[in-house]
């Protein structure tokens, strides 16, 4: 069965950077687009980016348009979401999801999911 896995995650300073990766294992992995929603605490789980199983398109909120980039390597069944410029109201649980549908911002759409890994960016 499909697997995800999110390691990274952690603390970091207001303006910084990290990248979160995103493991696909036990699928055809380059058959999904994949995506990255985020859960703040007492706030709904929101879309943040998604890219096409091709990788050669992507779709991001407008939150984090211009900050964030989605990407993936095929190769190393891997997804990635490389985030700069953070800021404090960035600090949320941020998962990984799979998905064949089109609508990208729908997490109802996806149909597997990561366990999820925290990122706190403190001011």
């Known amino acids: 069965q499909v697997q995800l896995v999110e390691p990274g995650g952690g603390l970091v300073q207001a303006g910084g950077s990290l990248r979160l990766s995103c493991l696909v294992s036990g699928g055809t992995f380059s058959t999904f687009a994949m995506g990255w929603f985020r859960q703040a605490p007492g706030k709904e789980r929101e879309f943040v980016a998604a890219?096409?199983?091709?990788?050669?398109?992507?779709d991001y909120a407008d939150s984090v348009r211009g900050r964030f980039t989605v990407s993936r390597i095929n190769a190393k069944n891997t997804v990635y979401l490389q985030m700069n410029s953070l800021q404090p109201e960035d600090t949320a649980v941020y998962y990984c999801a799979a998905t064949y549908a089109s609508h990208w911002d729908d997490q109802s759409e996806y149909h597997i999911w990561g366990q999820g890994t925290q990122v706190t960016v403190s001011s």
């Open positions: 890219v096409s199983w091709t990788g050669g398109n992507t």
